[in-house]
């Protein structure tokens, strides 16, 4: 079976570009969430999506967008690009949403790392 | 605002020893948490989790503790071994928020030979 799959894993830009990156859950699975990780820190909540609806969302301003598809395949945007949004992206994905705690494990994928410059 | 630290940043242990790593929160409504490792350009795995109700679960060769007294979360990993070697982290999941898991910094893990 296979596990999320984020594509690409590496990619540099230029402040000011805009950037999406995709996220492929693992079959049968319904909800995605997106995560921010940066040297040093934890893992930042971007937002999470399920059924192709974004059902809760990190603080971050409205640069960061995403969406999910009807095959649960989802995808993250990053507009108007800044140094600082340089980070490794997590995209994890989970059988039934959020029932967080009831053996609804998440699963991650390996990440896509961005580098602005 | 709420969050989720660790004690130790980074905790080196010998080879074969016992591991403990630490958490503390801060918000007293979190009902769940969770543990997951991440080793070097991978993504965080899944270890173990509790929930509040608990005090104590055990996985294999991993033990989490929950001490809800004074808001602090335990990772013990047995006979640590080389593969051990990651960064782990907690997270909390206040009760009513939706599906929102608060993470802490992580602490590296550094097994000794």
């Known amino acids: 079976k296979a596990g999320v799959t984020q594509t690409p894993r590496y990619l540099i830009k230029t402040r000011g570009q805009q950037v999406t990156l995709s996220c492929s859950p693992i079959s049968g699975h319904r909800s995605v969430s997106w995560y921010q990780q940066t040297p040093g820190q934890g893992l930042q909540f971007l937002f999470e999506y399920f059924s192709e609806t974004q059902r809760n969302k990190g603080n971050f301003p409205g640069r960061f967008s995403g969406r999910q598809f009807s095959n649960s395949r989802s995808e993250m945007n990053v507009s108007t690009l800044e140094l600082g949004d340089s980070a490794l992206y997590l995209c994890?994905?989970?059988?039934?949403?959020?029932?967080?705690?009831?053996?609804?494990?998440?699963?991650f994928g390996e990440g896509s790392w961005l580098t602005v410059v | 605002g709420e969050s989720v630290g660790l004690h130790l940043p980074t905790l080196s242990v010998q080879e074969g020893d016992n591991s403990i790593i630490n958490c503390a929160y801060s918000?007293?409504?979190?009902?769940?948490f969770i543990w997951y490792k991440q080793e070097s350009g991978k993504g965080p795995q899944f270890i173990i989790d509790i929930r509040s109700n608990m005090d104590k679960r055990q996985g294999q060769r991993v033990t989490v503790l929950l001490n809800k007294t004074v808001k602090h979360l335990s990772l013990q990993i047995a006979a640590t071994q080389p593969g051990d070697s990651a960064v782990y982290f907690c997270?909390?999941?206040?009760?009513?928020?939706?599906?929102?898991?608060?993470w802490g910094a992580g602490t590296k893990l550094i097994i000794k030979p």
């Open positions: 994890a994905s989970s059988l039934a949403g959020w029932e967080v705690g009831t053996g609804n494990t998440i699963y």
């Open positions: 997270a909390e999941k206040i009760h009513g928020s939706n599906y929102q898991l608060i």
């Open positions: 918000n007293s409504a979190s009902d769940y």
